[in-house]
């Protein structure tokens, strides 16, 4: 029972932070639709990698980041700068003209591999969303920040983690009329996301101020 809890609180916790469209799980149907299932899945190890040392790292320091607000302002104006610049490149590579089909070549799977570590070192909502749910969670008296319940509950996440990109990469592949249209506007659809993002982010740098008004 005391390892059923933590894992199961991490698969949970990762489902829901994962599950909308962002920019990890699109790009991983993008990866898929463009150049199969391999690649997909692993672009999806590297970035569930990742995921595991952001988790960890958020629960090792979530009471000092509860306690440092300007540590979360810090880490919200890195975020800003980091997707303001891929709502840019995902917009500018959107409006490139697509070479023909036949002049499209295949990335390695190792190169889909550190794009997944580089794309999920990139998003740093883990950290935040993490520290967040364990925060909450112990004040309902459903986490303990000891070890064993902390390698568990980030093996929950794990799994939790690379099986929604394992979903998002089957359904875009089982849809033939989604998986045209990701195709096509892929990027203007993940810009899109990181734009979305971008906005809320800033919007929570400036609600303190506007406050003050």
Same mark, same amino acid.
Not at 125 to 135: C, D, T
């Given at each position: 029972?005391?390892?059923? =809890?933590?894992?199961?609180?991490?698969?949970?916790?990762?489902?829901? +932070?994962?599950? /909308?469209?962002?920019?990890? !799980?699109?790009?991983?149907?993008?990866?898929?639709?463009?150049?199969?299932? !391999?690649?997909?899945?692993?672009?999806?190890?590297?970035?569930?990698?990742?995921?595991?040392?952001?988790?960890? =790292?958020?629960?090792?320091?979530?009471?000092?980041?509860?306690?440092? /607000?300007?540590?979360?302002?810090?880490?919200?104006?890195?975020?800003?700068?980091?997707?303001?610049?891929?709502?840019?490149?995902?917009?500018?590579?959107?409006?490139?003209?697509?070479?023909?089909?036949?002049?499209?070549?295949?990335? *390695?799977?190792?190169?889909?591999?550190?794009?997944?570590?580089?794309? *999920?070192? $990139?998003? $740093?909502? /883990?950290?935040?969303?993490?520290?967040?749910?364990?925060?909450?969670?112990?004040?309902? +008296?459903?986490?303990?920040?000891?070890?064993?319940?902390?390698?568990?509950?980030?093996?929950?996440?794990?799994?939790?983690?690379?099986?929604?990109?394992?979903?998002?990469?089957?359904?875009?592949?089982?849809?033939?009329?989604?998986?045209?249209?990701?195709? !096509?506007?892929?990027?203007?659809?993940?810009?899109?996301?990181?734009?979305?993002?971008? $906005?809320?982010?800033?919007?929570?740098?400036?609600? /303190?101020? =506007?406050?003050?008004?």
């Amino acid at each position: 029972m005391f390892f059923t =809890l933590p894992l199961f609180l991490g698969f949970f916790a990762a489902a829901i +932070g994962i599950a /909308p469209p962002g920019l990890i !799980n699109m790009t991983a149907a993008k990866v898929s639709i463009d150049e199969g299932r !391999n690649g997909a899945f692993s672009f999806a190890i590297g970035a569930t990698l990742i995921v595991f040392f952001q988790t960890f =790292l958020a629960l090792l320091f979530a009471e000092f980041i509860d306690s440092r /607000p300007d540590v979360i302002n810090l880490l919200q104006e890195i975020g800003l700068v980091i997707f303001l610049t891929l709502t840019a490149y995902f917009f500018w590579t959107a409006r490139k003209p697509k070479p023909p089909k036949g002049e499209l070549k295949m990335h *390695s799977m190792t190169n889909r591999f550190f794009l997944g570590i580089l794309l *999920s070192v $990139l998003n $740093l909502f /883990p950290i935040p969303y993490y520290v967040f749910v364990s925060i909450t969670l112990s004040s309902y +008296g459903y986490f303990l920040f000891s070890k064993s319940f902390v390698y568990v509950f980030v093996a929950g996440v794990v799994l939790g983690s690379f099986l929604v990109f394992y979903l998002y990469i089957l359904f875009f592949n089982k849809k033939e009329g989604k998986s045209s249209f990701l195709k !096509n506007n892929g990027n203007y659809i993940i810009g899109s996301v990181t734009g979305l993002i971008s $906005l809320l982010t800033l919007f929570k740098i400036i609600k /303190p101020y =506007l406050n003050l008004i």
